[in-house]
T-cell receptor
């Protein structure tokens, strides 16, 4: 039973390029969350998505960042025109999506983005 | 600002000892808490959770205690092993629609052989 999968595991970009991070949730999970982690810090919430819907993007920077979770395929976190401050580990988590129940979120291995 | 924080950033114990990692939270409306373990270069791994209608929950070698009066959470690890060395985070689930977790900064546990 595969867990949350993320790719690539490591991504190097130059300033101004685009970064695309992919996340496939656990089988049977319909809720996806993206978090960012800076070195020596805890994870910071970015966005919460269900299939084809953004539920909460209160943690997303207003510019350059976008996320989607299409009907088919993985969730994508897209960062346009990357800057050095975007260097971080980006984690995806998923949960089953049972209505009315607080759910454990299971995390993927993360994508470590380095902007040169 | 963050509503979840940890009292100690680092904890060093001897193998076989019991470890206690503490966490304070400020949002009294939160009703679900999770402890995660994160090893270097890996994603957070679920350890144990607790809901606010409980004050204690036990797993294999781990126990979580919740004191709602003082808004305090702790993780106890029995017979700590070298494989327990990692950073431990408590996380709080906010209420009101969005399911975002609020994480503390973490406590780094080092187990000495």
């Amino acid at each position: 039973n595969a867990g949350v999968m993320q790719n690539p595991r490591h991504l190097v970009r130059r300033r101004g390029q685009e970064a695309r991070l992919r996340c496939s949730p656990m089988k049977g999970h319909s809720h996806v969350y993206w978090y960012r982690q800076l070195p020596e810090e805890g994870l910071k919430f970015m966005v919460y998505l269900q299939k084809e819907n953004i539920i909460d993007e209160s943690g997303m920077p207003k510019e350059r960042f976008s996320a989607e979770f299409p009907k088919e395929g993985p969730s994508i976190l897209r960062i346009q025109q990357v800057v050095r401050g975007d260097s971080a580990a980006y984690f995806c988590a998923s949960s089953p999506g049972l209505a009315g129940v607080e759910e454990t979120q299971y995390f993927g291995p993360g994508t470590r983005l380095l902007v040169l | 600002g963050e509503s979840v924080g940890l009292h100690l950033p680092t904890l060093s114990v001897q193998e076989g000892d019991n470890s206690i990692i503490n966490c304070a939270y400020s949002n009294s409306a939160s009703d679900y808490f999770i402890w995660y373990k994160q090893e270097s270069g890996k994603g957070p791994q679920f350890i144990i959770d607790i809901r606010s209608n409980m004050d204690k929950r036990q797993g294999q070698r781990v126990t979580v205690l919740l004191n709602k009066t003082v808004k305090h959470l702790s993780l106890q690890i029995a017979a700590t092993q070298p494989g327990d060395s990692a950073v431990y985070f408590c996380a709080e689930l906010t209420q009101g629609g969005s399911e975002k977790l609020v994480f503390g900064k973490g406590t780094k546990l080092t187990v000495n052989p």
